[in-house]
Structure formats: structure tokens, C-alpha cells
């Protein structure tokens, strides 16, 4: 079997949602829709075959992935993955974990959809369903969003007692907000969160992401009193250290790295030097599906608990699969004025609907299972 043609085909599609200026997410001001484009990324195979991802750029496909993959079998994803994972090393900038990470969930796919199989059956299932968290949006100044601790402990109060999730975690107020991050506004929003649900909810905070060593310290201790599930990122993750020196002084479990570069190196480094308690990883942080699976077995051979980042179809197959086992899918990320359940136009279906328990279930459709509207997608070209 052999790889035909790779093609990355760019379109519009329509979001109520807009980045701030350090990436964050937030609903529009005024709720409205805009268009932003995506990228519709194929590998095509002589068998009539096709797998998907999104997200790839034209000019990277044609010019450094298509040369990679035409002409081989998809069946050697490891030995492709490998190739492009040391095509990082030689100055192929645009080359990043996530393009590597779309590449590989589409080689992944191809590889379903010729088995005719889920990923999740193929990688061997642990389980059938996982019990999921809401996952807020960062803090806003939107009334009736997420501005105050009271906005937050609203919204948690619905996710947890209406909605059915089974965990809350917290992305509190960050730059370019003027007067973040703080703190003490951090905890009171985490207290307010812990009021409404009562003591039992697991709850978790993401906050700012540079805070100092002492602001990270006070925040976990308060944290503990609040009987917190874990604390995620309060500091810059390039320093090993300042995780060393945090996670020895809190009874609160860390959870890291996140964002760090270094894919299964960089895990292995932090689980040698107990710079965390539970360790983390999700497909596009890590390169991929390849490498995720490799940083769950590490973590299980050094009996460390993972938390998987963020949702999505490679993420799921990946929870569903672990035996350790991640305890949480992370759904989200999720706003007041935001309608989760809603697909986005070029998908048919969302990828991980979830019952009134707070449960997803195991993905049926064959490779990664995401039912795109290619009828959508071809309507709405722009190359
Ligand atoms: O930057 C953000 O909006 C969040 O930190 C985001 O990366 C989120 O996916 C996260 O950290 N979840 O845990
Ligand atoms: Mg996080």
C-alpha cells in the first residue's frame, strides 16, 4: 500500500470566538460570528483510502510533508513519524509539535479507515467511557462571563448540578487583562468554585502562567485548604527547578509539563527529578498520537499518574486506552456565552458528546471517527 498524494486544502469557516493578545480564547464582545480559515489535511493512498487532521498549512505540506510521505506505506507511521520528529532538528521552523502532531492523526486515520477499525480498538481499549471535566475559558471582563468569582461559581454550579460533569477546572484571569494576574483574586474565584459545588467535586486551577516561585507556593497552600484535585502551570515550565522547588513543599499534587518542549525527554526528566506529581501530555504538546502513547508507558512504568491535555479525537483514543489511568477527559474549553455541544460547520457531529453523567463514550466510526462535511469544506475553499 502506498501514499499517493498529501494535500492541504485551506477554508472558511464561522466561530463566535476570538484570541486576545497572548492566545487565549474568549467569546466575541458582542457574540457575533466571524470567519477565520483552517486547513483540511489529506493522505491519500492507491487503495482508494483517505485519512484527515486539520490544521497543516499549504505551504509545509507541499514543500517538506508531501516529500516525506508520497511513495510510502502508512503502515510505517513510526518510521515516518521518526523521520519527520528529526526534520525538527535541521531548521525546519514551521515543522512545530503541532503540525507534527495533525500529520501523524492523519497517518493514524489512513491506518483506521484501512483496518476499518477505531483508533481506540487498534491501540487495545482499557476502558469504554471516561468521565469528563469542564474546562473554563480564561477569566474575561465580559458581565455575566467569567469576570468575578461569583460569574465563576455560577457557571461551575451549572456545569457540576446541571450539566453532569464530574470535575471543574479553573483558567483564571491572565494579561492582557490590566489588573492580572492576581493571586488573591485567583483564590477567591477557587473559594466561591469549592462554596458552590461543595467539598466532594474534584476541582482544579490552570492559573497564569508565570507567576513567581513565592506567588506559586501561597497559591497552592491556599489551594490545599480548599482540598484541591491539583494546580497546573503557575510557573514558566523551562524551569525544572522552580517545579522541583514547589511540588517538594505542597501535599497538592503538580501536574506538568504542559506546554514544555521535549516531548517523552522532557517527561522523562520530570519524573526522574520529582518536579511533578502526575504527569501531562496531549497530542499536539507532544508530537502526536506516537508519542503520547510512549509518555503514558513511561509514565505507567514509573507507576505516575498522566492527565491528558486537552480533548479531541486523538486524545480521547488515547484515554480510552490507558491503563493507568488518566482520570479525566478534559472538555472545553468552555464559556457561559459559548455552546459546546454545537459542531463547528465543517464537522457533522462533535467529537465527544457527553451524557448526563458527565461520561464520553469510545468514538465508533473507523480511524480517529470525526464525521467532517466535506460537502461544507468544498463549498468554503479559498485555494
Ligand atoms: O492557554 C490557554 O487558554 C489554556 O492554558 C489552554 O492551553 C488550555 O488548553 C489548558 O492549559 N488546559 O489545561
Ligand atoms: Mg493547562
Not at 485551506?10 to 497572548?22: A, G, I, N, P
Not at 532538528?89 to 479507515?113: C, H, M, P, Y
Request: glycine content about 8%; aromatic content about 10%; some cysteine.
Amino acid at each position: 500500500m502506498k501514499i499517493t498524494e498529501v494535500t492541504s486544502k485551506t477554508f472558511f469557516y464561522s466561530t463566535k470566538t476570538v484570541s486576545d493578545d497572548e492566545g487565549h480564547t474568549h467569546p466575541d464582545p458582542d457574540l457575533k460570528e466571524h470567519k477565520i480559515k483552517t486547513t483540511l489535511f489529506s493522505i491519500h493512498t492507491d487503495e482508494g483510502i483517505s485519512g484527515y487532521s486539520f490544521g497543516v498549512g499549504k505551504e509545509i505540506t507541499e514543500n517538506v510533508i508531501a516529500p516525506i510521505l508520497v511513495g510510502e506505506d502508512p503502515f510505517f507511521r513510526e518510521r515516518l513519524w521518526q523521520k519527520l520528529n528529526h526534520m525538527q532538528r535541521i531548521g525546519q521552523e514551521s515543522l512545530n509539535d503541532k503540525v507534527l502532531s495533525n500529520v501523524d492523526l492523519a497517518l493514524w486515520d489512513t491506518i483506521g479507515k484501512v483496518l476499518k477499525q477505531p483508533i481506540n480498538r487498534i491501540l487495545g481499549l482499557y476502558r469504554d467511557k471516561v468521565p469528563a471535566y469542564a474546562s473554563t475559558m480564561c477569566g474575561d471582563e465580559m458581565n455575566g462571563g467569567l469576570s468575578t468569582p461569583e460569574e465563576y461559581a455560577k457557571f461551575a454550579e451549572w456545569c457540576i448540578k446541571e450539566r453532569g460533569y464530574q470535575a471543574f477546572k479553573l483558567h483564571t484571569w491572565y494579561p492582557p487583562i490590566k489588573w492580572a494576574p492576581d493571586p488573591k483574586m485567583d483564590i477567591k474565584a477557587c473559594a466561591a468554585v469549592r462554596e458552590a459545588v461543595g467539598d466532594d467535586i474534584p476541582l482544579m486551577l490552570d492559573p497564569h502562567h508565570n507567576y513567581s516561585r513565592l506567588d506559586a507556593l501561597w497559591i497552592g497552600k491556599e489551594l490545599e485548604k480548599l482540598n484541591f484535585h491539583w494546580m497546573e502551570e503557575p510557573m514558566d515550565e523551562s524551569s525544572m527547578s522552580s517545579y522541583i522547588w514547589l511540588s517538594d513543599q505542597l501535599d497538592l499534587p503538580i501536574l506538568g509539563p504542559e506546554t514544555m518542549q521535549g516531548k517523552l525527554a522532557t517527561r522523562a526528566e520530570w519524573i526522574t527529578n520529582n518536579a511533578c506529581d502526575i504527569l501531562r501530555g496531549g497530542v499536539g504538546d507532544v508530537g502526536g498520537l506516537t508519542p503520547l502513547m510512549k509518555i503514558i508507558h513511561l509514565a505507567e512504568s514509573f507507576n505516575m499518574a498522566l492527565e491528558v491535555h486537552g480533548g479531541g479525537a486523538g486524545n480521547l483514543h488515547a484515554l480510552l486506552s490507558m491503563a493507568i489511568p488518566g482520570e479525566l477527559y478534559e472538555r472545553g474549553l468552555l464559556h457561559p456565552f459559548i455552546d459546546h455541544e454545537e459542531p463547528p460547520a465543517y464537522l457533522n457531529n462533535i467529537m465527544d458528546p457527553m451524557d448526563k453523567e458527565g461520561f464520553i463514550s469510545m468514538p465508533l466510526g473507523d480511524g480517529l471517527g470525526w464525521d467532517i462535511n466535506f460537502d461544507y469544506i468544498n463549498n468554503s475553499l479559498i485555494d
